[in-house]
DNA sequence: CTGAAAGCGCTTACAG
DNA sequence: CTGAAAGCGCTTACAG
């Protein structure tokens, strides 16, 4: 990177100003093809890049956005959730498909974090997504939007919300997966997860499954709930709680796939065959969750279209549209580890 | 983001020259810190924050690094590879502790990258993380060096390389895995990956596989090998052309644990016990490779660890400093799928 | 269609 | 310790 080449370079081989240069290499229609044909090979020969500082500054714009991750700082540090990962895998996508670059940065859900980005020209907007008590979040959102920071985030989608949330349909999806174990002739459907306000998303599940064990006229005990975050360690401890208290339980919705598997080790190791003593659902289909043995029935959430909504969305806030908040569907995804009678397998 | 204050405003405000803000907030040593005090107070007052497109201009820096992900374009779309997204995790945390912020981008392993970032002052070094055929890839990086690009590379670490790589043992990790095989008393191990110089990672497996086997007197049977790349589907696809070749095995040695994944799908269906009739080992230590069922034996790779040395290197490279490539030990996990007799389970 | 010039918001020698 | 000034490399009105 010695010795760059600057656009007055380029100007002075191939025999023009500096400005055109400029507008040909930006493909302005203001120069003839002759000279843009000139230029480029100037460019060509020169390896020259145009210098994207310079030309953010000028133009005030910066053509990247920042993803913000929040990680609970309780959650083990090594692995990243792989539902965020996969979140963030198709936001990287659907970021370049659009022509923009993509900054990423990890954050305590607790701290300071929306001083941060607003403001600094890093980016042209945020993308937030990641898990945490929303209560303590809110304030940080309406903050960025009294600021004016364009963002996006990905959670519950609920009215009254600060700025624009995109999210799946958590209370369908929760209602779909109970119905369903209730269609496995499960009566006793214990909930693993928080089924707090504090965490919209995972309460929206529960409303979901209470609503279904309404529809079929039953009852939700509290004794079968139990919290749990999304670990695989926290939905071990929490069906081991669950194991302790002595209820009975003839199935298990947790509310994610994480919970899901810690629960199914549990499981395992109390001799509850699963699904013919307990059956059992989690939510997200995690790639992990076709791979656990038996293979595990969850609520699909697409995340490579919900990155394509997030972006395009914040797009929109960029370009100073009208930009919308918006639920995507949830879809019941039936594996092993629900079905009783004839076993079916399915990916 | 209207009305973003500048310096200057915080300048007026605190009643000091423009010049005086840079320095007093850049924390240089030349401002009395009274004056300090107000500026800081003014800057928190009108909520400002450096403008980092100027500050980068200025100082020709940008204080980024850029992450390279490579994928082949015939892997499944949808899901990254779990190895590289552990990877990623593990740079960008790395990126934000040494103050750096990290660009994502995905590229085609084929397509003519190497312009794109070298030279764009978008960031100041490249990391290159990926899968693909590695000699179409070498001249690219003979001009990433060319071009004093900063680059280094996640990959097998070989005498005569372009450029810094880091990687791990892999030929110990092959070497390891298989002698812990052939202990558990197989004598026909398979080995399912690509075996040629042109994917060095898996080569460098094979050949400690090879060694492994020659350390117990042993030969390499070309028939026990097949092609795979990373993918479950290959592995899935790799183990049944195996077992349709009609060969005799009593023991996989899968080049990554996605391959190991699919090959013990494949074994499942065909009737074939692991561990009892087949002993299996993978590669990477995915966080997959624990839920599986049996729990899969693999050599781990210190994904946390990686990325501080990739980060640590390349600073190195862009403070002008010395850079080496380097080799991470690699760790033998023993889990279930390759223990016979005493059945011992670990995560 | 092209050029000369201003200016984006900083950092940092230079002068005091 | 502080200020006035130059300049990083572009983009884009303004003038022709």
Redesign the pocket.
């Known amino acids: 990177m010695k010795g ?1 080449a ?3 370079d380029i100007a002075h081989l191939a025999g ?5 240069v ?2 040909a ?2 493909g302005s ?7 843009r044909r000139r230029i480029r090979a100037a460019a060509e020969e020169l390896n ?1 890049k ?2 994207k500082n ?2 953010n ?4 714009h910066t053509g990247t956005l920042a993803l913000l991750l929040f990680e609970d700082p309780t959650a083990d540090d090594s692995h990243i959730n792989p539902f965020f990962l996969s979140m963030l895998g198709s936001i990287t996508r659907a970021s370049a498909q659009q022509g923009y670059d993509l900054l990423i940065s990890f954050q305590q859900f607790s701290r300071d974090w929306h001083a941060d980005f607003a403001g600094s020209q890093k980016a042209d907007g945020l993308i937030l997504l990641g898990y945490g008590d929303y209560q303590s979040h809110r304030d940080k959102l309406e903050k960025l939007v009294a600021q004016g920071t364009r963002f996006v985030r990905w959670g519950a989608v609920l009215p009254g919300q600060p700025g624009v949330s995109i999210g799946c349909d958590n209370f369908a999806g929760g209602r779909l997966a109970t119905a369903h174990l209730i269609a496995q002739h499960s009566r006793r459907i214990a909930f693993l997860g928080d089924a707090t306000p504090h965490y919209p998303e995972f309460h929206e599940r529960y409303r979901g499954y209470a609503a279904a064990l309404a529809d079929a006229g039953l009852a939700a005990d509290p004794a079968l709930q139990a919290d749990a975050e999304t670990t695989e360690r926290a939905g071990y401890e929490a069906a081991e709680l669950l194991i302790e208290r002595g209820v009975a339980f003839d199935a298990v919705f947790a509310a994610s796939d994480l919970i899901a598997i810690g629960a199914l080790r549990a499981l395992a190791e109390h001799g509850r065959a699963v699904p013919r003593d307990v059956a059992l659902a989690g939510f997200d289909d995690i790639s992990m969750a076709s791979f656990v043995n038996p293979a595990l029935t969850t609520v699909r959430q697409d995340t490579g279209r919900a990155g394509e909504v997030l972006v395009e969305q914040l797009l929109r806030e960029i370009r100073g549209e009208h930009a919308e908040s918006a639920m995507l569907p949830a879809e019941l995804k039936v594996r092993a580890s629900s079905v009783r009678g004839a076993r079916k397998r399915a990916r």
């Open positions: 760059k600057t656009s007055f023009v100003s500096q400005s055109t400029s507008r290499l930006r229609p203001l120069v003839s093809e002759e000279t020259y145009v210098d310079a030309s500054l000028r133009r005030q």
